[in-house]
């Protein structure tokens, strides 16, 4: 098991994927729906309110993206999709991707739920304290 970032397949999700008609139509789904839900959207690192178009979608399990005669298709569950800001799912990133336990040795939702509980400790330092 590997969440390091390979290559080719790397560059597949980048430059087709996440330029695909599915991945635009998945991701105006998940924002919508986020949006009626009555709730402010805000980022899942820093934690602060952000518009729709301040904000990306974090992947914590690629299985919902699959490619079918050659088409993407993206049917990602809404809970494989957390909002960031592109700075704040940077850092996540690179978070994962330094850490030899996280890059190697956990699952990819698992991966994700740990870097993200690092960030928000760095970047929200209330989280979690008592008031």
């Known amino acids: 098991m590997s969440n390091r970032r390979r290559p080719a397949l790397f560059n597949l ?3 087709e994927f996440l330029r695909s008609k599915a991945w635009f139509a ?3 789904r998940w924002f919508t729906e986020h949006a009626t839900a009555g709730q402010p959207l805000t980022c899942a690192g820093c934690g602060r309110v ?3 178009s301040q904000l990306e979608l974090h992947h914590l399990d690629y299985r919902g993206v699959k490619m079918n005669g050659g088409q993407f298709r993206a049917l990602e569950p809404d809970e494989d999709l957390v909002a960031m800001h592109p700075y704040c799912h940077d ?3 690179r978070l994962i991707d330094r850490d030899a336990v996280l890059s190697r040795n956990r699952t990819r939702r698992a991966a994700s739920h740990l870097a993200l509980a690092r960030l928000r400790q760095k ?4 989280h979690g304290d008592a008031a």
């Open 13 to 15: 999700y980048r430059n």
């Open 26 to 28: 998945r991701r105006d």
């Open 91 to 93: 850092l996540l990133h």
């Open 50 to 52: 952000a518009a729709r």
């Open 123 to 126: 970047l929200q330092p209330d």
